[in-house]
Nanobody
């Protein structure tokens, strides 16, 4: 079974930056759409960004122009760089992989808190 292991997250001031990483235990990017989701307290999990096997990247409107989703195929790692963070970005962020082979995989979640 493939595992997704997240790192990063933490506490940051409004307007600050933070990065998240998600490492896959094997090479899956060529067959998987990788995504970042987040779940704020009391809210449903929502899609933040995705990157397809072909490299097409999409963002939720709420994070467009502030967040950058990228991947390093050699390291089997995807990244989410978050800039100009707002208190409403506070959530647990989850890495996700979808493929017809492995179906849906989730990382363990990383807490991001934006607060002064």
């Amino acid at each position: 079974q493939v595992q997704l292991v997240e790192s990063g997250g933490g506490l940051v001031l409004p307007g600050g930056s933070l990065g998240l990483s998600c490492a896959a235990s094997r090479s899956i990017f060529s067959i998987s759409t990788m995504g970042w989701y987040r779940q704020a307290p009391g809210k449903q999990r929502e899609l933040v960004a995705t990157i397809t096997p072909g490299g097409i990247i999409r963002y939720a409107n709420s994070v467009k122009d502030r967040f950058t989703n990228s991947r390093d195929n050699a390291k089997n790692t995807v990244y989410l760089q978050m800039n100009s963070l707002k208190p409403e970005d506070t959530a647990v962020y989850y890495c996700n992989a979808y493929s017809t082979v492995y179906r849906v995989l989730w990382g363990q979640g990383s807490l991001v808190t934006v607060s002064s």
